[in-house]
């Protein structure tokens, strides 16, 4: 009903009243969306039984009676009928009626409406189809909620008057369901592959299974795999012969692609193909949990919305233990492109399943490398050599990753064959021309199709890319790598200078493939230097366990009385220490244990004790970009500190995942801390007393603001709490530190993750 009650129509007509059909009538009945309701079905019983469910207001046996007046018509009948129908209900059709339909198939009910009415179809004809239904048919077997979270597709023609569009928006809207529109040529060809191709590969194997002598016991000792698969094909024959038939042209071409694949399938079980079964199996789980993760997001990067929160409660006696947190991202991407063209196998450990290095996982997949895993942090890459990669069969999608991107830009601009890079709605804001204009210098046909300069890229196989020096105008890790990666391809040297030091993952990890890249310090940054036309050969990667998921645990245990705590094999590039050097300086027992080479990088067990009151202090500005992102835990620290913390020279927390300074504060002070936040660093007044373990902060309510790092940093302060906290909006957590709960709860926190 509208906001000045009149209903959106004045009488809607169902011809045809089953499951599709009744849904849609106990939505228009519960939110009295009609005048009137009328249905002309078959048979007598489902017009009799309408009524006595009280979803219509009068039955007609005939079509033509049914429409009359009607300003919605409804067409939920099998499609093969559509034609019929509409020839019945033709001349007693109101001029400005809307007439819709639910059909599975699209095209054939265009044509149907075109042999009724000639080219000149009814302006106020709008196909749709509501992709939600059941094995289960008849006016008994609707439901009010059938169509809720699930999505409808209109088919609008050029004829369609946008009111009628608009109007049918509205309605689908009130069953709950997201409305898209889209072409009926292509409705057709998506389902063919969706919906229908799986319905036939159903059928076709309990067929297949029930002709055979011995079906009985097939079906008798049947697993749930069978089950689950075999599920569809317990619907409506007539329906699905309909649909086959509806939609020929595309399902024969989705099953010539069945049968295709299926050949391959054949064909490397036949010769024992092990690798190729694996990377076949492999690309297949991979896309399975890829395309899952990327529908299940989109909603909760859009709308934000806070679905989970943390509640840490008093009372941990201890935060101790031995153990690894994941792996660096960085290194984690690296490990993949390095080892995707490498020559033979390479094989990784501590691989961080975030979502951002399985996008570049992925990525390499679709370009045919094959790649076992990730289980367990586990990869292992069958490298192609620096001229094995394949062209994708369609656009590589990078979700959030920058990295990824950027870095992509480099490799693939040196490849013969043309590409194009998307993400996520995030990813599409970032400026891509700082990569773009340099690769083009050396020869890339790179375009960044998004508006101002963002994705997505677009490249144009090119080959002889000519290797450059480049003076890097900002200090981008990202943007040396591009450079760099493209030069492994490109005749001559490529050589980038930085303004100063940034990340050098890439420079290591190349040489930990044996590739030769030579570092030379400058005045300020780094002159780094390699030669193209060399090779990677593939070896094993020990992904260092990342040092800023390592310090929300390193504060934990510095701020416990009896913490006694071991974190495994975590990366201590001199990039990205600052965090243990500030630490130290405010007093804390941390030591750095057992330095070892990983991969090219350098990694340490850093041992933990609490039990020592931290100091504030004045933290030192040059260590500022090298604990950047440890900061949200270090205000933890400084708020447990004996006296006052002083942060200077930060400002660029202000413009991360949230602005880091003020959501801290505000975090601080709702948990009784006295603090004043600054343009470029906070003042925090410490409640830490020599020798006294009494809680820090009050309990309360905190906002994350969707920051993984103000989430976990609030987590730790629960160590020192009188009070529970309850954190909001911590769904962010897993795609960086998935299982921070889970290590938190092993060392002794009182954490409990809850839905909302
Ligand atoms: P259903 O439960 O079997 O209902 C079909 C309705 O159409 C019944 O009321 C039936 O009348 C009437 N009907 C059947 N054959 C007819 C004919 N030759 N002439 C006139 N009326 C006839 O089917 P449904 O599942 O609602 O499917 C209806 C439409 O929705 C189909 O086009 C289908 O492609 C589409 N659809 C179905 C699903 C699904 O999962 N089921 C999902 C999306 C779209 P009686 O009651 O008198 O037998």
């Known amino acids: 009903m509208s906001a000045n009650n009149t209903p959106l129509f004045e009488k809607v007509a169902f011809i045809g009243l089953g499951l599709i059909g009744s849904s849609l009538a106990r939505v228009i009945k519960a939110h009295h969306l009609a005048g009137e309701v009328v249905a002309s079905t078959r048979s007598e019983k489902t017009l009799a039984d309408a009524k006595q469910l009280g979803l219509i207001d009068q039955g007609f046996s005939s079509a033509s009676e049914a429409v009359q007046d009607a300003d919605l018509i409804v067409l939920a009948l099998p499609v093969q009928a559509t034609e019929k129908a509409l020839q019945q209900i033709k001349p007693y059709l109101r001029a400005d009626a809307i007439i819709t339909d639910v059909g599975s198939t699209k095209g054939n009910v265009v044509q149907a409406a075109k042999n009724v009415f000639g080219e000149n179809l009814p302006k106020g004809f709008v196909p749709g189809h509501p992709i939600a239904g059941s094995e289960h048919s008849g006016v008994h077997a609707g439901k009010i909620d059938l169509f809720a979270k699930h999505k409808v597709i209109l088919t609008p023609l050029e004829s369609s008057d946008p009111i009628a569009v608009q109007k049918l928006i509205q309605l689908w809207q009130s069953a709950q369901a997201e409305v898209i529109c889209m072409d ?15 319905h036939l590969m159903a059928f076709n194997l309990v067929e297949q299974l029930a002709n055979r002598q011995d079906n009985l016991d097939i079906f008798r000792y049947a697993a749930g795999g069978f089950r689950d698969f075999s599920r569809i094909a317990a619907s409506d024959p007539q329906m699905w012969h309909d649909i086959f038939l509806a939609n020929k042209k595309a399902i024969l071409s989705a099953v010539t692609g069945f049968e295709d694949q299926l050949q391959r399938f054949k064909q490397v079980i036949q010769s024992e193909d092990s690798n190729a079964l694996m990377g076949m199996l492999g690309h297949a789980k991979a896309a399975r949990q890829h395309f ?38 960085s290194v984690s991407h690296r490990s993949i492109m390095f080892g995707a063209i490498a020559e033979g196998t390479t094989h990784v450990t501590g691989f961080l399943e975030g979502e951002d ?16 895993g990730p289980k367990n942090g586990e990869v292992t890459i069958h490298g192609v050599g620096m001229h094995g990669l394949k062209k994708p069969a369609s656009a590589l999608y990078m979700g959030n990753s920058g990295t990824s991107l950027r870095l992509l830009s480099g490799m693939l601009s040196a490849q013969a064959f043309d590409t194009v890079m998307t993400g996520d709605a995030s990813l599409s804001k970032r400026p891509m021309e700082r990569i773009a204009k340099p690769l083009r210098v050396m020869g890339a046909k790179i375009q ?28 981008s890790a990202q943007v040396k790598s591009g450079i760099l990666l ?11 200078t930085e303004p100063e030091p940034t990340r050098d993952h890439t420079e290591r990890m190349l040489r930990a493939f044996g590739y030769d890249v030579k570092t030379q310090k400058q005045d300020h940054g780094n002159q780094i230097t390699l030669q193209g036309g060399g090779k990677l050969v593939g070896t094993n990667i020990q992904v260092p366990s990342d ?3 390592a310090a929300f645990f390193m504060v934990g245990a510095a701020i416990s009385q009896n913490a006694d705590l071991t974190l495994q094999a975590v990366g201590i590039n001199p ?15 941390i030591s750095v244990l057992n330095e070892r080479i990983a991969g090219g990088e350098p990694i340490a067990d850093i041992h933990i004790r609490g039990g020592k009151t931290l100091k504030g202090i004045h933290m030192p500005e040059d260590q500022v970009p090298l604990a950047i992102d440890e900061f949200p835990a270090l205000f933890i620290a400084a708020a447990c500190a004996e006296g006052e913390t002083i942060l200077t020279g930060a400002a660029e927390l202000r413009v991360k995942e949230s ?11 709702a948990l009784g801390i006295q603090c004043q936040p600054t343009d470029d660093g906070i003042i925090i007044q410490g409640k830490g007393k020599t020798g006294e373990w009494s809680p820090i902060f009050t309990g309360g309510q905190i906002e994350s603001h969707h920051d993984h790092r103000i989430a976990m940093s609030f987590s730790i302060a629960g160590l020192r709490c009188a009070e529970p906290i309850t954190i909001h909006g911590t769904e962010t957590v897993a795609t960086s530190f998935p299982t921070f709960t889970e290590l938190a709860k092993k060392a002794g926190m009182l954490i409990q993750q809850s839905d909302v």
């Open 547 to 549: 040092i800023s998921s």
């Open 659 to 669: 602005d880091r300074i003020q959501v801290m504060a505000d975090g601080l002070i």
């Open 448 to 475: 960044t199709t998004g508006e101002k300069g963002t994705p997505p890229v677009s490249i144009t196989g090119a080959q002889g890319l000519k290797g450059i020096h480049y003076d890097l105008p900002m200090a």
């Open 357 to 372: 290095a399985l996008a570049t996982l992925q990525a390499f997949r679709d370009m045919g490398v094959s790649i076992e």
């Open 184 to 198: 009926v040529a292509q409705h057709d060809e998506v389902l063919a592959h969706t919906s229908h191709l799986p």
């Open 486 to 496: 493209a030069g492994l391809w490109a005749e001559g040297a490529t050589s980038v």
């Open 292 to 329: 899952n993760h990327m529908l299940a997001n989109t909603p909760l990067m859009e709308n934000n919305a806070v679905t989970q929160q943390f509640t840490i409660s008093p009372g941990s006696q201890q935060f101790s233990g031995h153990f690894s947190v994941p792996g660096d991202k």
């Open 575 to 589: 990039t990205r220490t600052g965090v243990i050097e500030i630490l130290k300086q405010m007093g804390a027992d």
